[in-house]
């Protein structure tokens, strides 16, 4: 059976796939392809902190009765994630490629370091207290979303 | 929930719990980095000014001089100030009182190795002594703060298994380095000897090659979106150099034993080396920017002074001073130098953008990272800083280039100065015009 780190480390690599593949089609100037790909990406990224902020993250916290710790600064950061979808999207719609390039770029590098910080952390501990059946009702939650 | 699931939450929290958030304020990396293009400065200057004679052989003290304004204003610059700003979010170490850390750091490494280089050029025994007490003052600060976490992390990853092997290395290379310091400030000791041949080396395949390789694990895949680098290599690779170094020091100096493992560290290298090339044509961002750049240039010159280092026997004899010196260009600024260059051009703009969108409260009016630091400067000085690189190596084969790469050298470092303080300029504009809208 899956784990939450299995599981929820598989959704990253799969956004940064996407990510590639909308920063690749910006490089190459291919402006239909951008925008879809840009969308793909976007909309999977935002599904994924879905999970996270409507299932993992209050399931975590009534487990370990901690609201304003790690959770907390991890919805911040996709707050600050979400100003970046904006730049790229502002560069999308104004056909400027230097203002989409520069929003990915440092979206990137805001990106990397969150789902560290969660792969390393925060899912590890997601783990220890969310085992067995409870992660079984987790994941059932987050695929719960997805219909 | 089960007891012992709450405790070891509890120690996971204490240990890495804290890490969440816990950046030090920005002007503590800062002054570090902004120093450097400065010793850069005068490392040129010294080049300049020696001329020729800075590039016969490496215990020439123009040459120590320079070799130290580098390995200790440039390399042990950087590599403290940028550890004292990933520590806390990479391993989840804390330094308490950052500011009084950096300050006693900074200060100290910046007048020790300005002293150093005044003592080897003028062979005044006072400067070794001073920059001795400077120097052990500045480390030790260091490695009370950081080395004292990292001995306290709970969950060792392969990054801060590196990362403190070098910061060890640190520590021996530093003993080993003021012993010698003191020897040559009048301080005599017959057993001081071995130690100039330990002492580079701990400092150079140590110190500097173990943390390149613990920030390579992490930074490689995270910039350019490449594949992880696999995990029994990053598991075994440090420890295993580690190892080596004990052995190499303990073997006996022309020794077969000491050539075998030799080789063996440069084999352990050379795989570094390539394994980073291969993860960087797999990578998944197509995107060439200048910080990829930088880091093949590194990779390629450890690659270059790897090779010529082990086929030094096959040459004549006669050019073994030129084989030392362009294997230690290879690896002080091509190697080391080349990586941290790069390294900068992603750490000092996301720092910026980070710390300016959480102190302004209107998302629109932050700059992204490249507005901050425009990509056609960054590239720019790529191009300086090569060509002041290769004229400095070709330099050691026909000596009248070293004029030219000292100019060359000194041009890159300004506009990478330059780079620097527009970005951090930025800031302050930013910031200003935030309140007034
Ligand atoms: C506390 C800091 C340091 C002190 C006091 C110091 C001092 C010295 C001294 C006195 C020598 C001359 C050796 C001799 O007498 O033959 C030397 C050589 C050298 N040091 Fe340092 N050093 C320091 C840090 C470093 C670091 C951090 C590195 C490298 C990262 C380094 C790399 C070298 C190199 C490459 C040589 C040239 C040796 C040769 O070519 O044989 N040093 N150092």
Request: with cysteine; proline share 4%.
């Amino acid at each position: 059976m899956d784990t939450i780190s299995v599981f929820m480390t598989q959704a990253h690599h799969h956004c940064d796939t996407l990510f590639a593949e909308a920063e690749n089609a910006m490089v190459d100037g291919d402006w239909e392809a951008a925008t879809r790909q840009f969308a793909a990406f976007s909309r999977e990224t935002e599904h994924h902190f879905k999970a996270e902020e409507e299932v993992m993250f209050p399931a975590f916290e009534s487990a370990t009765g901690m609201t304003a710790g790690p959770t907390e600064v991890m919805r911040m950061e996709h707050q600050q994630m979400r100003g970046m979808f904006a730049g790229m999207a502002d560069g999308i719609r104004l056909r400027n490629r230097d203002a989409f390039l520069g929003a990915s770029e440092t979206l990137l590098m805001l990106m990397q370091q969150h789902n560290l910080k969660e792969q390393q952390m925060l899912y590890r501990m997601a783990d220890q207290v969310l085992a067995g059946e409870r992660c079984a009702k987790v994941l059932a939650a987050i695929r719960a979303l997805e219909e | 929930m089960r007891g012992t699931d709450l405790a070891g939450l509890a120690a996971v929290m204490q240990t890495t719990g804290l890490s969440f958030d816990q950046a030090p304020p920005i002007s503590v990396p800062f002054r570090f980095f902004l120093t450097v293009p400065l010793f850069i400065v005068a490392a040129s200057a010294l080049l300049l000014w020696a001329g020729p004679s800075a590039l016969l052989e490496r215990h020439n003290p123009a040459t120590l001089a320079i070799v130290h304004l580098f390995t200790l204003g440039v390399l042990s610059m950087t590599m403290c100030g940028a550890l004292m700003q990933l520590l806390p979010v990479v391993a989840g170490v804390s330094i308490g009182k950052p500011r009084l850390v950096a300050t006693l750091v900074h200060l100290n490494l910046s007048a020790g190795s300005l002293l150093l280089a005044g003592g080897f050029l003028w062979g005044w025994k006072p400067a070794f002594l001073a920059a001795s007490i400077c120097l052990a003052l500045g480390f030790g600060a260091f490695f009370v703060a950081a080395g004292a976490g990292l001995l306290r992390v709970a969950t060792r990853s392969a990054t801060t298994l590196a990362v403190s092997l070098a910061v060890l290395a640190l520590l021996v290379t530093v003993v080993f380095g003021i012993c010698l310091a003191l020897l040559r400030g009048g301080l005599a000791m017959d057993f001081y000897a071995p130690f100039a041949v330990l002492h580079p080396f701990w400092g150079l395949a140590g110190w500097v090659g173990l943390l390149l390789i613990g920030v390579a694990y992490q930074v490689v895949p995270m910039f350019q979106l490449t594949p992880n680098y696999p995990a029994t290599l990053t598991r075994w690779m440090a420890p295993i150099l580690f190892g080596l170094l004990i052995l190499w020091s303990l073997a006996e100096a022309g020794n077969d034993v000491r050539y075998a493992l030799e080789a063996g560290l440069a084999a352990v290298y050379a795989g570094f080396a390539l394994t980073t090339l291969y993860l960087h044509s797999l990578r998944r961002r197509r995107q060439v920017d200048t910080s990829l750049l930088f880091w093949r240039v590194s990779m390629l010159s450890l690659s270059g002074a790897l090779i010529l280092w082990e086929t030094a026997g096959l040459l004549p004899h006669g050019w073994r001073d030129r084989i030392e010196l362009s294997a230690g260009i290879l690896i002080i600024v091509g190697f080391a130098l080349s990586a941290i260059n790069g390294m900068l051009y992603k750490i000092v703009p996301f720092l910026i953008w980070f710390h300016l969108q959480s102190s302004l409260p209107g998302r629109h009016a932050v700059p992204n990272m490249k507005e901050i630091l425009p990509e056609v400067w960054a590239r720019r000085q790529f191009w300086l800083y090569l060509a002041s690189f290769l004229t400095l190596l070709a330099a050691v084969v026909w000596s009248p280039l070293v004029y030219p790469a000292a100019i060359l050298l000194a041009a890159s470092a300004l506009a990478l100065w330059h780079n620097l303080l527009r970005a951090c300029y930025r800031r302050r504009e930013a910031g200003h015009a935030a309140p007034g809208i």
